[in-house]
């Protein structure tokens, strides 16, 4: 499934529109075909017009195939936009009728030439431009390629010891997602890269002794730390550090993102932008979110990996920089500032912080959908928030959850994605007045991936 997204993507672009023929053949008996054509249109962002043959069956016979049909491909969290009953006998309106309930129904009838009447125009035009609000991990990670590949950017790997980002850059460079930079000695980097059998023939590979680079630099580097009395030398001293020769080049515009952390701990990745790159106006500090790819949509959950114990104002940023990272990735806000307690039914100083926090929060962005405190099940389910607080926008619909420190938010997210089967992306870090991300040292080479083009959308805003 994960290579036929991938093949579907790089085959669309560009194109007005794509049709796509299931892979049917006669009555949809073989057992999990149809769970499979549901997950595929599911996972291929697009709706279905379903054609159900009529051949040698009655109307009774007609329905129930159509019926069974639209019910396994909905399961799926498939959208079906109309149905045709094809080379129908006589009687057929009466499965029509019967499958209306599920979508619009065309019929052709056996022996007689295709004619498209006005009505049936109309509802194939409206299958046609159907789209699909369905968000499935396959398909979100799709769109992030499609996205970055709209204004390529450059980003810089420092890692290119490691064989996943060179099989990362591989992919990435064939695929047109971004333009790489590795940081190494050219002829190692090219000759680890053959051993493994991997093309990178199209990544720039930089020397961490590059003599112009180092001074334009170590001289940056001294002045921006002048106060903490860094010399050019200590500076020089400093860039032979990959994390911090990345982060400079991004911070000099050489680069326009860093993606690092397979090999280094998160502190070594992200420590060098706090005292570089530092936070963009308006950011209360940098903290960073997940994107989670759940069955059929898509959370964010902040912040689970930087932040240990934020006050009320972090608290209050890290929502505000959440939602900010929720619209750049297609993900409408509607923020759940979380505790163990839902409006005014628990009381103590944890609680009393995020009504501080949700209070600041709102007046500082009154537009934003924003609720707190709230439990994480009122935040989620809708039959709970009608009883917990009923006359809430978010409660039932929360997009976007604010755990109250980096214990409940680590816990939570991992929770989720162990035990709920979702797809983790991320950490992404929000606030920097340029793009930096960290990978889990455990990270795929697909994870990388993901990451670099979701620096690379960070970097087009």
């Given amino acids: 499934m994960t290579e036929l997204v991938k093949r579907y993507t790089d085959y669309a672009d560009g194109f007005d529109a794509v049709l796509i023929l299931g892979v049917m053949d006669g009555d949809p008996i073989n057992p999990g075909q149809v769970a499979r054509n549901g997950r595929a249109i599911a996972n291929l962002a697009t709706s279905v017009i379903l054609v159900v043959p009529g051949t040698g069956k009655t109307p009774a016979q007609v329905m ?47 022996g ?92 720039e590979i930089v020397s961490l002794n590059d ?40 911070h000099m515009g ?26 963009k106006p308006g950011a209360a500090l940098v903290s960073s979110c997940f994107l989670m790819l759940m069955e059929d949509r898509v959370y964010v959950y902040g912040d689970c990996a930087v932040t240990t114990n934020p006050s009320t104002e972090e608290l209050a940023g890290i929502a505000l920089s959440s939602a900010e990272t929720a619209v750049q990735f297609g993900v409408e806000p509607r923020v759940a500032m979380l505790s163990y307690s839902t409006g005014t039914s628990g009381k103590g100083p944890d609680v ?56 409940a938010g680590n816990i939570g997210y991992k929770a989720v994605q162990r035990s709920a089967g979702a797809v983790a992306v991320g950490p992404v870090l929000q606030g920097l007045n340029k793009p930096v991300n960290d990978l889990s040292r455990g990270a795929l080479v697909q994870d990388i991936v993901n990451t670099v083009a979701i620096t690379a959308i960070q970097a087009q805003a």
């Fill in 254 to 279: 050489d680069a326009d993102g860093m993606v690092s952390g397979a090999t280094h701990t998160t502190a070594h990745t992200i420590v060098p932008s706090f005292q570089i790159i530092k936070t």
């Fill in 211 to 250: 003599p112009e680079k180092c001074t334009r630099y170590a001289e940056e580097f001294a002045r921006l730390r002048a106060k903490k009395g860094v010399t050019v030398e200590q500076a020089r001293e400093k860039i032979k550090d990959v994390s911090y020769f990345g982060t400079m080049m991004v």
């Fill in 112 to 203: 007689t030439e295709p004619v498209v009447r006005d009505r049936d125009a109309e509802v194939l035009k409206a299958a046609m431009e159907h789209g699909s609000d369905v968000i499935t991990p396959l398909n979100f990670q799709a769109s992030l390629v499609s996205r970055a590949r709209s204004d390529i950017k450059r980003i810089v790997m420092p890692e290119s010891e490691d064989p996943r980002i060179l099989k990362a850059t591989e992919e990435l460079l064939a695929r047109g997602v971004a333009q790489i930079t590795l940081l190494g000695e050219e002829a190692e980097v090219r000759a680890h890269a053959e051993e493994l059998g991997v093309d990178i023939a199209g990544a």
């Fill in 352 to 407: 009393d912080s995020v009504v501080e926090a949700t209070a600041m929060a709102r007046e500082k962005a009154p537009e934003l959908l924003l609720e707190g405190p709230i439990q994480y099940d009122a935040a989620v389910d809708e039959a709970v928030a009608k009883v917990k607080l009923p006359n809430s926008p978010v409660a039932g619909k929360a997009t976007v959850f604010v755990f109250p420190n980096l214990n």
């Fill in 64 to 110: 129930t195939v159509g019926s069974l049909s639209a019910d396994v491909i909905s399961e799926e969290h498939a959208e079906l936009s109309a149905i045709i009953i094809g080379n129908a006998e006589e009687g057929a309106e009466a499965a029509a009728k019967g499958l209306e309930v599920h979508a619009p129904v065309l019929i052709h009838y056996a």
